[in-house]
Structures are given as C-alpha cells and as structure tokens.
C-alpha cells in the first residue's frame, strides 16, 4: 500500500505552515515534512538558490522534493509557491489539503526583516504573490483556517482532531 500524508498544509508565506504543521505532526505522532528545509539542507539557503540558480532551477528541485514528501505518511508542509506546479497540483487533487490564510497586518508582524526572495518590495510583495496564487490555493483546499488571530496550538488541536475523524472514515 501506497504511503500518503495525513495531511498536507499550504498558504502564503509567513502563514504560518510551518509552525502549524509541526504542531499537528507532533499530535498525531507522525513525522513532520518541510519541503523548503529540505531543499535548504541540500541545497543552501532559498534566497541563495534563487539568486544563484533562478526561480526556475528552485522550482524544479521543489518539484522533487515535495513529489518525495506526498509518498510519506507524515504532515507535510509545501512552500508557498509549491502550488504553481501542475504536477503538483494535479498530486494534491487527491490529498487532504489544508489551507493556511494570514492577513497582511499579521504576516507584516510575523515576516517582520526575514528574507524571502519573492518578497522584494515588503508587504506589498506579499499581497500581490497572494492574490496571483488565490485561485489555486483555494481550488487545492480541502479545508481553509486563518492563522491571523488565533494561537498555533489552538489550531493545532482543532486540527489533528479533524484529521482523526477524516482517518476514521
């Protein structure tokens, strides 16, 4: 039998997909995939891939990594802009995926002097990457939350419940 993910977690950056997931990992006592910490160990700092390598380059090495991650059993967690891969579209078709959505005024707080190479312009950066990539990140959902004015471990919990329920099934 195939191995797949109890649940895979997407939404903009500074959402808070990490922090999320590793909290659901952590309750359902499976492992925790982050797709960027797994290219950033083979590959180096993200910022440093895209200025090195282009956004072309980092989106193929995403590719691999995150069609890795869907043949585990584990909560993954995708990059931002993982999303924007049909192929990885098309493997998320048949997941349980979770949206994470933020507002501007809580990733401002969140991302606060971070480097994130898509994010040149600040804040507004972020708004224009988010409204590019809503469509898609709603169509791949198959539950939204909003991460902006609610503690990672309250999610956390709400969450691996559903998950438990959705198992169940």
Excluded: C
């Amino acid at each position: 039998m195939d191995e797949r993910p109890l649940l895979v977690v997407i939404g903009p950056p500074g959402a808070g997909k990490s922090v999320l997931g590793k909290q659901v990992a952590r309750l359902l006592r499976v492992p925790f995939v982050d797709t960027d910490r797994r290219i950033v160990a083979q590959h180096g700092p993200i910022a440093t891939v895209f200025s090195e390598r282009g956004e072309e380059w980092f989106r193929a090495a995403e590719r691999i990594e995150v069609a890795k991650a869907l043949g585990e059993r584990a909560v993954v967690s995708l990059g931002g802009g993982a999303i924007l891969n049909q192929g990885t579209r098309d493997d998320l078709a048949t997941q349980r995926v979770l949206l994470v959505t933020v507002s501007p005024e809580a990733v401002q707080r969140r991302l606060g002097g971070a480097v994130r190479p898509l994010l040149t312009d600040g804040i507004e950066s972020w708004k224009r990457i988010v409204e590019e990539r809503r469509e898609l990140y709603e169509q791949l959902a198959t539950r939204t939350i909003d991460s902006s004015n609610r503690t990672a471990g309250s999610l956390a919990h709400e969450l691996a419940e559903w998950v438990q329920r959705e198992e169940e099934r």
